[in-house]
């Protein structure tokens, strides 16, 4: 063994026991158990957070049921709506005649000279219905009216006529309008 | 925390904690039951219990220090107060109990801090050179080193080699 050995010094020294604790081993054990079921979470720190939290939602409140909140203006639109409906329109009509009115100019004269325009305003009426045909043929240039109609009957009768070579012509009148009537 | 392995390690380290904190401080047993009442509140149990109470109380014990010192402007007073640090042995051919506690006490902070926390702490070279921030070897050599100065200021006797 070394002469500076310290292990002979170490184990007296081990064999001395140091001053016991002063303090309660059951006083410690009970704070260290009530220590370690505490959260690790200071105690303040729950009650801060709520006290914040709702002071946020007291001021939101507030400012959601201010007052001097701009309010929302609704401007209604005028709506264009295109509606059909009938509209009775008086128009002023004439007074009607009581009796119709008699467009023969010649209807009631009597007298010779009027005869004689009475027949020229007839063929003129003729010829604005079914043409120059019915302009009456002179008897100096020979023939009569019906030998010269007859060749021309087929192409000048009025639509819807029948046309049969032999058969004397026969004009197809219309149905007698109520001017004709008239006239007549 | 289990309450069984809380208890076992008040019993069995508490004294020799409150011996490893009382250079640093005035009150060292404060200072070792509120390290106590911090482990119990670790949600898990560190892998080398001893090695974590001895820094702890080591740190605790600087700081309470620091603050005592801020507090009534007495340097030096900690380390000057003699107090019985052992139990007088029922052995009387041990050590005596005043003798190694002026002895210890008047040893150096670092050499004093080796002797107690491997001879009545259980720890490692190891553990007391992370504890204390150096390497094993140079907490083997304050442990020897220390030792050899308690010997000379305890009087006590070499052991030579029997002679052959």
Redesign the interface.
Known sequence: ??????T???D????????????S?DA??F???K??A?P?VPAWVWPSATGLFASATVILGGFLFSPSRPEVQYVEIPKVVYVERFVEVKVPVPESPATPVNIDPFQEETSPDNSEARRMWQVRKEVLRWGVEMLPRSNAAGGSDVTVKEPNRGMFSPPGSFAIPGLPFRKNKPAPSPLDEDLE | MDPDLLGYLIDRYSAALILYARPWCRCPEDVVQEVFIRFARQRETPVHPAAWLYRSVRNAAISAGRSERRRTNHEGNVAAKAVLLFVPPDDVAGLDATAASEALTKLPLDQREVIVAHLWGGLTFEQIAELTGGSAATAWRRYSAGLVSLRKMMGAPCKTPPEK
Do not use: E, N, S, V
């Open positions: 063994m070394p002469p500076d050995d310290p002979p010094m170490a007296a020294l081990r064999r001395l026991a140091p001053q016991p604790a002063t303090f081993r410690l054990l704070a260290a158990g220590a370690a505490q690790l």
